[in-house]
């Protein structure tokens, strides 16, 4: 699982930077929504907009996250070396499980939210 994260990040680096400020638009898009917006407005776009910062936020950290995953620990290495690798690779294992839960997670939220959303409109 930990190579499928990997190669999802490196092929989707060239969408890093776009989702960053995506997700600064999102925030200052929220930050407006919230402050300076009738109640009526907020409660037409505040749903939305927070989904999408927060999708945001994923494929950035994401993206950030397993754009460099440590190599395999080889038998030639001193043992020191092999148990720091495979402790680094281990907490690498323990993220990509993370946030696989957050997405899923994530997905069922979206769907919640999107579905009170379009009763409220």
């Given at each position: 699982m930990l190579v499928l994260f990997e190669r999802f990040a490196t092929r989707l680096q060239?969408?890093?930077?776009?989702?960053?400020a995506g997700l600064i638009i999102m925030i200052l898009v929220?930050?407006?929504?919230?402050?300076?917006?009738?109640?009526?407005?907020?409660?037409?776009?505040?749903?939305p907009v927070v989904l999408v910062a927060v999708?945001?936020?994923?494929?950035?950290?994401?993206?950030n996250?397993?754009?460099?995953?440590?190599?395999m620990?080889?038998?030639?290495?001193?043992?020191?070396?092999r148990v720091k690798i495979r402790l680094h690779r281990g907490l690498y294992h323990l993220f990509a499980w993370f946030m696989l839960l957050v997405s899923l997670s994530l997905v069922v939220v979206t769907f919640q939210l999107t579905a009170a959303w379009l009763r409220m409109n």
């Open positions: 060239g969408l890093k930077w776009p989702a960053v929220a930050a407006w929504v919230l402050a300076g917006t009738s109640a009526e407005r907020q409660d037409r776009w505040l749903i999708w945001l936020l994923l494929l950035a950290s994401g993206l996250m397993f754009a460099r995953v440590p190599a620990a080889e038998p030639q290495m001193s043992w020191w070396t």
